[in-house]
Structure formats: C-alpha cells, structure tokens
C-alpha cells in the first residue's frame, strides 16, 4: 500500500510531468532563458505553498498555467517599469532549435513575433492543448470570448506568415535579374 506523497513530493512528481511544458510556455514569451526559468521556479513554489495549504490538485495543469501567464505579465510589468530599453539590454536567446528543412519553423516564428502580445499569449496557449476554460483564467478573459480572440489570433498569425513568405519571394535571387538566364 502506498503512503500518500508529501507536498513536496507531489510538487516534484509534477514538476517532471508539466515543469518542461511550461518552461516551453515562458520561454516562448519571454524570449530570454533565464527569465523563463525563473517564472517556472516561481511556478512551482507557488505550487508547493498550495499543495502545503491542502490545495486542489484537479485541473493542476490549468492551475500551473495561470500561474505562469500571471508570473509573465508581472515579470513583463516590472521589466517595462524599472529598465529602460536599450540594445545592451535586449539578450535575446532564440528558441531551441528544431528541425526545420525548408524555412517553416522559423518563418511561423517570425510570424509569431510580429503578433501583439495578447495574440501570441492565446495562441501558445492552446498550443499546450489547454481548455478555453484554462485559456480564460490564464489570461483574465471571458471563456465565452476566447474562441473568437482565439480565431482571430490564428488569422493574423497566418497574414503575418504569409507577409514573410512573399518578404522572402522578394528577397530571393532573380535569375534573370543576374544574367543567369
């Protein structure tokens, strides 16, 4: 018979099944590893207190999502207020690389970053495969509108998608152009 987990244990039991998902989560909001580490660790001591307080663990992954987009707009607050822009500051990390054999990884990202907060925040979301429900009370908005934000979000993400691909059919070497036909 098993003796039920400690706080702690539990709080480590789903650190190793959400903890890269919603590491995943900031980082791709963030844009900067160490911040998104520290919003993970925010996360899950956050967690930790609940579970210690007899918190509910039903929904735990809706739960440690809100947590985090709470965490990530503090952290985009307190950035905007205390440090003023400048390009000594901006260490931006790119995302882990994945396979990507003909541009589209990468030109979805760049899409991606063209997108207004919000937008991208919705989308990632429910990359993550998050209810409307959980999207709603991560992000402070009415469940009866995300699927509308939600579908407007996809439609600029693709307008920005393809504004890159024809940037890029610009940009590309015209053979007539360099005397090669």
Same mark, same amino acid.
């Not at 989560?25 to 998104?36: E, N, P």
């Not at 993970?40 to 992954?61: C, D, M, P, Y």
């Not at 509108?145 to 579908?151: D, K, P, W, Y």
């Given at each position: 018979?098993?003796?039920?987990?400690?706080?702690?244990?539990?709080?480590?039991?789903?650190?190793?099944?959400?903890?890269?998902?919603?590491?995943?989560?900031?980082?791709?909001?963030?844009?900067?590893?160490?911040?998104?580490?520290?919003?993970?660790?925010?996360?899950? +001591?956050?967690?930790?207190?609940?579970?210690? %307080?007899? $918190?509910?663990?039903?929904?735990?992954? =809706?739960? #440690?999502?809100?947590? !985090?987009?709470?965490?990530?707009?503090?952290?985009?607050?307190?950035?905007?207020?205390?440090?003023?822009?400048?390009?000594?500051?901006?260490?931006?990390?790119?995302?882990?690389?994945?396979?990507?054999?003909?541009?589209?990884?990468?030109?979805?990202?760049?899409?991606?970053?063209?997108?207004?907060?919000?937008?991208?925040?919705?989308?990632?979301?429910?990359?993550?495969? +998050?209810?409307?429900?959980?999207?709603?009370? %991560?992000? $402070?908005?009415?469940?009866?509108?995300? =699927?509308? #934000?939600?579908?407007? !979000?996809?439609?600029?993400?693709?307008?920005?998608?393809?504004?890159?691909?024809?940037?890029?059919?610009?940009?590309?070497?015209?053979?007539?152009?360099?005397?090669?036909?």
């Amino acid at each position: 018979m098993n003796a039920p987990l400690t706080p702690a244990q539990a709080a480590q039991e789903l650190f190793r099944q959400h903890g890269a998902a919603v590491y995943r989560f900031a980082v791709a909001l963030l844009r900067h590893h160490q911040d998104a580490e520290d919003v993970v660790q925010e996360t899950f +001591l956050k967690l930790l207190r609940h579970l210690g %307080a007899g $918190g509910s663990t039903e929904n735990i992954r =809706g739960w #440690l999502f809100t947590v !985090a987009a709470h965490a990530l707009r503090d952290r985009q607050r307190r950035r905007v207020r205390w440090m003023p822009w400048s390009e000594h500051h901006e260490g931006i990390v790119g995302p882990p690389q994945l396979r990507d054999e003909d541009g589209r990884v990468s030109k979805l990202r760049d899409a991606l970053q063209r997108l207004q907060a919000r937008d991208r925040l919705l989308l990632v979301l429910r990359s993550q495969d +998050l209810s409307y429900r959980d999207i709603a009370a %991560a992000t $402070g908005i009415r469940v009866t509108s995300v =699927g509308r #934000l939600l579908a407007r !979000a996809v439609e600029r993400c693709e307008r920005a998608y393809a504004a890159g691909v024809e940037t890029d059919k610009s940009r590309a070497i015209k053979p007539e152009r360099h005397g090669i036909l």
